[in-house]
T-cell receptor, first 115, second 114 residues
């Protein structure tokens, strides 16, 4: 079956530091890839996505590139802020046997940014 | 436009009690689903629905029932709560059941079973 691997963290960075959160996946088909962010007490919300190999998703200074050859979708940001403190989930979307969308999530990586 | 609304936000149950977690959406999305979030395990799919009258099991369906009588509502029922069901529950929707659009999440229900 499909799977998504990411470190749980927490990842602690100082403000303005460079961020990388690694995400690798296994999938039998050609999935779409997503990063979701969860702020305390809230549901997940889409941060960025990529639907095919070599696509780059970007939003709010975050970027991730769909690398089919390494089955990876690492999240990066050049300069983090305290307001980026949250839990980040990598996810893939594929079709199940019935043809409907099936989403597989990683365990989530907690990011703490200190002033 | 409220999006996905979940009620209640918090609930404490005793073992063996029953309850229904409510989920309502006003986006006319076909696909609705329930996930549970547990530390170290990410989000796991409980049940999903691709339209009114159609439901199916996800990864961890045992102990939970669902129904979809309208496009807007997708309640999750716990018939006899167990401590293993202590978790945070999220309802999430997608515009089309077959496309790769992102999920839209509610703000969750935190359930504790003692």
């Amino acid at each position: 079956g499909n799977s998504v691997t990411q470190m749980e963290g927490p990842v602690t960075l100082s403000e303005e530091a460079f961020l990388t959160i690694n995400c690798t996946y296994t999938a039998t088909g050609y999935p779409s890839l997503f990063w979701y962010v969860q702020y305390p007490g809230e549901g997940l919300q889409l941060l960025l996505k990529a639907t095919k190999a070599d696509d780059k998703g970007s939003n709010k200074g975050f970027e991730a590139t769909y690398r089919k050859e390494t089955t990876s979708f690492h999240l990066e940001k050049g300069s983090v802020q305290v307001s980026d403190s949250a839990v980040y989930f990598c996810a893939l979307s594929d079709r199940n046997s019935g043809g409907y969308q099936k989403v597989t999530f990683g365990i989530g990586t907690k990011l703490q940014v200190i002033p | 436009n409220a999006g996905v609304t979940q009620t209640p936000k918090f609930q404490v149950l005793k073992t063996g009690q029953s309850m229904t977690l409510q989920c309502a959406q006003d986006m006319n999305h076909e696909y609705m689903s329930w996930y549970r979030q547990d530390p170290g395990m990410g989000l796991r799919l409980i049940h999903y629905s691709v339209g009114a009258g159609i439901t199916d099991q996800g990864e961890v369906p045992n102990g939970y029932n669902v129904s979809r009588s309208t496009t807007e509502d997708f309640p999750l029922r716990l018939l006899s709560a167990a401590p293993s069901q202590t978790s945070v529950y999220f309802c999430a929707t997608i515009q089309g059941a077959e496309d790769n659009s992102p999920l839209h999440f509610g703000n969750g229900t935190r359930l504790t079973v003692t």
